[in-house]
C-alpha cells in the first residue's frame, strides 16, 4: 500500500498531480471491474479519493492482486495495476494464457536475466513490448504504437511501420526491438 501513499490524484493542471480523471464513460466500467476482482476473492488495495476529487470522474489508484490470469476478461483502461504472481517454471503457461486471452495492446517485462528477455520477447503477442522501462510513453510518430488481436491491428507511425507499405517481411519484434533500443541501449535478435 505504501506506494500508492505516494500519488497525488487531482487536477492535471497542477504539475504535482499524478492521477487525474477519467472520462465519464469510463468511470463506471473501471469500478464495475474493480468490484468484480474483489467478488472474485482477489486482494485490492486502493488510495482513497481524496475530498476535492469525490465529485468529479476520479477513480481510486488501485492495485488487484489475481489469482490466476483467467480473473481479466477485458482490457481496463485506467488507473488500475494488476499483479499476477507465478512460479518461473510456470512462465510458458503464463505466457500461453495472456497470448489466448484475445488482448495484445502492451505488454511490459522487468528482469536482469537476458535470456529471459530473449524468450519471453520471442513469444508474447503484443503491438508494443517494454523491457526494463515505464509501459506509457511512446513518441507520436517516432515510435509505432498499436495492438493485436482485440486490441488493435498492429504497428502505426514510426519506423517499424513503415515496412509493412513496402512488404519488408517484419515480426512484431521490430516494435520490441526500437522500444529495447531506446530504453537499454541495445538490441536483441
Request: proline share 4%; net charge positive.
Amino acid at each position: 500500500m505504501a506506494p500508492l501513499q505516494e500519488l497525488s490524484i487531482g487536477r492535471t493542471d497542477r504539475l504535482s498531480i499524478d492521477i487525474g480523471p477519467v472520462i465519464t464513460a469510463a468511470k463506471q466500467t473501471i469500478e464495475q471491474h474493480i468490484e468484480r476482482m474483489r467478488a472474485l476473492g482477489c486482494k485490492v488495495e486502493q488510495l482513497a479519493l481524496p475530498q476535492a476529487s469525490a465529485g468529479g470522474t476520479f477513480v481510486s489508484p488501485t492495485i488487484v492482486d489475481l489469482k490466476q490470469m483467467s480473473d481479466l476478461q477485458r482490457e481496463v483502461f485506467g488507473p488500475v495495476l494488476h499483479v499476477l504472481r507465478y512460479q518461473r517454471v510456470d512462465l510458458d503457461r503464463l505466457i500461453d494464457d495472456i497470448n489466448n486471452s484475445g488482448y495484445g495492446l502492451t505488454f511490459g517485462l522487468h528482469t536482469r536475466l537476458d535470456e529471459t528477455i530473449a524468450h519471453v520477447t520471442s513469444r508474447i503477442r503484443a503491438g508494443n513490448l517494454y523491457v526494463n522501462r515505464n509501459i506509457i510513453g511512446a513518441v507520436v510518430g517516432v515510435q509505432p504504437f498499436g495492438g493485436r488481436g482485440l486490441s488493435g491491428t498492429g504497428a502505426e507511425g514510426g519506423r517499424a511501420a513503415l515496412y509493412r507499405p513496402v512488404g519488408a517481411a517484419r515480426s512484431h519484434s521490430a516494435a520490441a526491438q526500437l522500444h529495447l533500443y531506446r530504453s537499454c541501449g541495445t538490441r536483441i535478435r
